[in-house]
Nanobody, 124 residues
Framework: QVHLVESGGGSVQAGDSLRLSCVAS????????VAWFRRPPGKERDIVAA????????SYAASVKGRFSISRDNAKSTVFLRMNSLNPEDTAVYYC?????????????????WGQGTEVTVSS
């Protein structure tokens, strides 16, 4: 059974940066894609970025492309989300999830094993 723990969220000002971490245990992490999702207040959860088991393979939602960067350290079973140029629309609870594919799918249904999330608040 997969167990995911997200961390690194916080309250920041518009234009600031944050790096989120997702540590996985209880699974063969290195062969699975991993994605970051977010749920803004009062809205549905949506996918933000994904990374394949082979790090150079990544995918991003249009709303974060060029500002966010996903990376992974398979030796530490950890995936990171570097978020630059944050704006209030990025305010959300961020979750990571493990994919049933090895490539960075942006289909939410390809992912599961949710962690508890980490909250990001961006003030203008």
């Amino acid at each position: 059974q997969v167990h995911l723990v997200e961390s690194g969220g916080g309250s920041v000002q518009a234009g600031d940066s944050l790096r989120l971490s997702c540590v996985a245990s209880g699974l063969t992490f290195s062969r699975a894609a991993v994605a970051w999702f977010r749920r803004p207040p009062g809205k549905e959860r949506d996918i933000v970025a994904a990374i394949g088991w082979n790090s150079p393979s990544t995918s991003y939602a249009a709303s974060v492309k060029g500002r966010f960067s996903i990376s992974r350290d398979n030796a530490k079973s950890t995936v990171f989300l570097r978020m630059n140029s944050l704006n209030p629309e990025d305010t959300a609870v961020y979750y990571c999830a493990v994919g049933s594919t090895s490539w960075p799918s942006l289909r939410p249904n390809d992912y599961g094993g949710w962690g508890q999330g980490t909250e990001v608040t961006v003030s203008s």
